[in-house]
């Protein structure tokens, strides 16, 4: 992106193509870049504390971390300091909910990478793994708005869910009939709540 005080129809239709946002919604998401970037090209981590929403989230630190997670911008290893307008879309691309229009292979890749995107959200030493410690810390982090948050809850329930899953998936992570396409969304068009799933 040339300047952050404008963005250009070529621009916009490249985006366009590559996140599925429209170009109405490309325009109003470059506003709210400008805004949480004070005007800079660049976004940086603490300037996610303009989302005055995304305060009250549980999981508030996993989805700005996303954010600068190379592994959801270049499949690559590694965290970045800042983000530009571009990588900024791509992830939020991750929370777009699947339009009637999308064709049924358009479906299935938006399904893997969400999917993908909520693994590398959980796996935080990026080894490919989501350990039963970092599920832990995933039911911690859901738990602690509640009044049953103490640590031995977190634990059992992460433990019961992680032996579930081994039963059934026989050492195989299985999504089947999660329609995650459909749940997990972010709503930094309006800038109103932040959720990943109803």
């Avoid at 809850?153 to 026989?170: D, G, I, K, P, T």
Wanted: glycine letters at 4%; one cysteine or more.
């Amino acid at each position: 992106m040339g300047s952050s005080h404008s963005i250009s129809a070529t621009e916009i239709q490249q985006l366009s193509k590559k996140t599925g946002f429209t170009s109405d919604q490309i325009e109003i998401l470059h506003r709210r870049f400008k805004y949480l970037s004070e005007g800079r090209i660049k976004l940086r981590k603490n300037d996610f504390h303009r989302v005055s929403n995304l305060e009250s989230n549980p999981i508030r630190e996993k989805i700005v971390n996303a954010f600068f997670d190379n592994r959801n911008l270049k499949n690559e290893p590694g965290t970045l300091e800042e983000i530009e307008f571009g990588d900024f879309l791509t992830i939020l691309s991750n929370f777009r909910p699947v339009q009637v229009t999308d064709e049924a292979d358009e479906v299935e890749q938006i399904r893997i990478n969400k999917l993908r995107f909520l693994f590398n959200m959980y796996d935080c030493d990026g080894d490919g793994k989501i350990s039963v410690e970092e599920y832990k810390n995933v039911v911690s982090d859901l738990l602690s708005k509640s009044l049953s948050s103490e640590k031995d809850a977190s634990s059992s329930v992460a433990e019961a869910a992680m032996l579930e899953a081994r039963h059934m998936c026989s050492g195989h992570v299985i999504w089947k009939d999660i329609s995650i396409e459909s749940q997990m969304y972010v709503r930094f068009l309006t800038m109103e709540t932040t959720r990943i799933c109803k």
